[in-house]
């Protein structure tokens, strides 16, 4: 299956190949987890992922239980670009 050839017209494939395909286009994620996740969105290393997130810009963006970590991607880099 992963030997389809690039130039195969979307009328010849069959539904299994052609949903193994459209697999990685599916909708973005809305969300990251942790400072891992906050790091990958702020493009920077996790020791200053965590420095932001402790300045409190991006509270309205991040949901923390204890040691677990939910961002909102969107709001975040909106919340960042303002400071």
Excluded: H
């Excluded at 420095?51 to 991607?73: F, P, T, Y």
């Amino acid at each position: 299956m992963n030997n389809i050839d690039p130039k195969t017209p979307i009328w010849q494939l069959t539904v299994e190949e052609f949903m193994t395909i459209s697999k990685g286009f599916g909708p973005e994620k809305k969300y990251e987890y942790g400072l891992k996740g906050l790091a990958k969105i702020l493009g920077c290393s996790v020791s200053k992922a965590s420095e932001v997130k402790s300045s409190g810009i991006l509270d309205d963006a991040i949901i923390q239980n204890r040691n677990i970590i939910i961002i909102d991607k969107e709001k975040a880099l909106k919340l960042f670009a303002k400071k």
